[in-house]
């Protein structure tokens, strides 16, 4: 009871400060849901780190998506079920061909937090891509939940294995629409050792021939 | 020179404000070490009460309260530590010793400006006395309303952090020894212009000023690498993304001319040297060592008053800067992070 009348009364003070802004100054983020995407691409899979934020003018338009029983409270299965809707909305392709995205991990603060336009909600998808060959890939992701409110943040993380290099980043005006190219060198084909044993293994191979060549010309002499 | 006297000039002027305020301030701030600074905090901690000690001090692998910052007002979330509007007068003090010690003089006074500038915001903006829709006051702004503690006990030798912060403002020093940084700290301002006793006070608007210069310096070519196509609505690295590193865009410090580099470096130098001189010259000089490897981005319009997006991104930092149009005015209202790759509460200083 004490939770629930301290949370109306920070809602209280949310709305009397947007309300106390000069008039016509309000806009953006009170209106808008943000929704902020870092990818993450390493040798062992690519993942979508998702913050999303909405503001107080919008956040009752993403809860009724959310809290479906309107109890005031996330349940583990309505947050599964939102983290399902908005995976619906986001197209991953690779190289083109449409991928699966598959959820790891969610986090939902409480309904009131949320409506107070400063809370985020947590999200984080795997790429289900089945092994990444070598050479040269494209990722693009286009995120089409909830256009009508929101705004995108799309950026790549920067890889921490050196087998990954990113080559480019792109965006449409929105950020909506994002696209990575990047580059993937295994290490069969990277190393310097293996070049090494490469050489090594023609070396050994062209001196047995060699030899071979001599013991069967002295036999036949 | 002159950059000194304008600097002595602005912190006896801002001496005679804070005198009243929360956290007063003089002209003696110079370069401290650990030991110095670590002494000042544990002077801090002699004026205060047990409850009140066991409130300000969080051990070192207390990673929660290490991570317990945001650009958010305290009311959305809350801070750790003590309430500098819970505070006696002689323990304010302690504070500003505290500060005054562990910052660089003009570090210390972006930090005041920046917290006088959330004074104005309530006194102006959000529910000062008198508002019809707010006749009380809110209490979720303003100077008293800022917080101190320290993870780990303060030490010349073993890793330790001050944390001080609130709206707009978390500035997270850890000390290891010889090694400070400030990495991750969060710097904001709304009103990002504000009139205070006659003067025009503008907490980041050297950032903005160094940023339109180097933007202004690029040739066409350079500005089409700089100039990003599309909206950046926010940080990337904000509150929440620690440990994070961006793939980093726009112009190459390599492709930039000797005077565009050393403007970069200036414009980085603008966060840099909030910490202590000895900290911020060794990192400047990091800085400069990786300037051909560092990148400046920008995103928004490229005319004055300033509502575009910029990022500087090197090897061993990483500084965005967004303006907010929460507020209406998008130059009005400021958001910035600092972070170091690899480094964010001086990890590799103390992680094994």
């Known amino acids: 009871m004490v939770d629930a009348v301290k949370s109306g009364f920070r809602r209280l003070l949310v709305l009397l400060a947007c309300l106390a802004l000069p008039h016509g100054v309000v806009a953006h983020q009170l209106d808008e849901y943000l929704q902020a995407t870092l990818v993450s691409i390493e040798p062992e899979g690519i993942r979508l780190q998702m913050n999303l934020t909405p503001g107080v003018a919008v956040a009752d338009k993403v809860l009724v998506l959310i809290d479906r029983d309107n109890n005031g409270k996330i349940s583990t299965n309505e947050a599964a079920a939102y983290a399902a809707l908005l995976q619906h909305d986001l197209a991953v392709q690779l190289d083109g061909r449409p991928v699966d995205l598959k959820l790891n991990a969610f986090n939902f603060p409480e309904t009131s937090e949320l409506k107070t336009g400063w809370e985020m909600i947590q999200m984080d998808f795997s790429v289900d891509h089945g092994s990444l060959g070598p050479g040269a890939h494209r990722l693009k992701l286009e995120n089409r939940h909830l256009p009508a409110i929101s705004v995108y943040l799309f950026n790549a993380e920067q890889p921490t294995s050196k087998l990954i290099q990113i080559s480019k980043q792109e965006r449409n005006k929105t950020q909506s629409v994002g696209e990575i190219e990047f580059n993937y060198v295994p290490l069969a084909t990277n190393s310097k050792t293996v070049k090494y044993l490469a050489s090594a293994t023609g070396l050994i191979f062209v001196l047995a021939v060699g030899i071979w060549k001599a013991v069967s010309s002295r036999r036949s002499t | ?352």
């Open chain 2, 1 to 352: 020179m002159i950059k000194k006297i304008i600097l002595i000039g602005a912190l006896v002027a801002l001496s005679s404000w804070f005198v009243s305020s929360s956290v007063a301030l003089d002209n003696s701030a110079a370069s401290k070490t650990t030991e110095e600074i670590s002494s000042a905090a544990k002077n801090f901690l002699s004026l205060l009460d047990e409850t009140h000690r066991a409130g300000v001090v969080y051990k070192f692998t207390d990673e929660e309260q290490r991570k317990r910052w945001s650009n958010l007002p305290t009311t959305f979330v809350k801070r750790g530590g003590l309430r500098l509007g819970d505070l006696t007068k002689q323990q304010r003090d302690g504070v500003q010793a505290v500060l005054m010690a562990a910052l660089s003089p003009q570090g210390y006074q972006k930090a005041m400006e920046i917290v006088e500038g959330d004074e104005v915001l309530k006194k102006n903006d959000h529910g000062g006395p008198g508002r019809p829709n707010n006749p009380g006051g809110a209490s979720m702004f303003g100077h008293d309303e800022y917080y101190i503690s320290f993870v780990g006990e303060p030490s010349p030798t073993e890793p330790w952090m001050i944390q001080f912060g609130g709206h707009h403002l978390a500035i997270n020093i850890t000390l290891a020894g010889e090694h400070t940084t400030i990495a991750p700290t969060h710097t904001g301002s709304q009103p990002a212009t504000y009139e205070f006793e006659g003067k025009t006070v503008r907490p980041l608007g050297h950032e903005v000023d160094k940023s339109f210069a180097l933007l202004n310096s690029l040739n066409e070519a350079q500005r089409k690498q700089a100039i990003l196509g599309s909206e950046m609505h926010d940080l990337v690295l904000g509150p929440g993304r620690d440990g994070k590193t961006i793939q980093p865009e726009g112009i190459k410090g390599s492709d930039l001319t000797d005077k565009q580099q050393e403007m970069l470096l200036d414009l980085a130098s603008e966060w840099v040297d909030i910490m202590p001189e000895a900290a911020a010259k060794d990192k400047m000089a990091d800085l400069k060592q990786h300037v051909s490897e560092t990148w400046f981005t920008w995103s928004g319009p490229i005319e004055k008053p300033g509502f575009a997006y910029f990022r500087v991104q090197g090897p061993t930092v990483i500084i965005e800067y967004a303006p907010q149009t929460l507020g209406g005015d998008p130059s009005n209202h400021i958001h910035t992070i600092y972070r170091e790759p690899g480094n964010d509460y001086g990890t590799k200083w103390w992680t094994r």
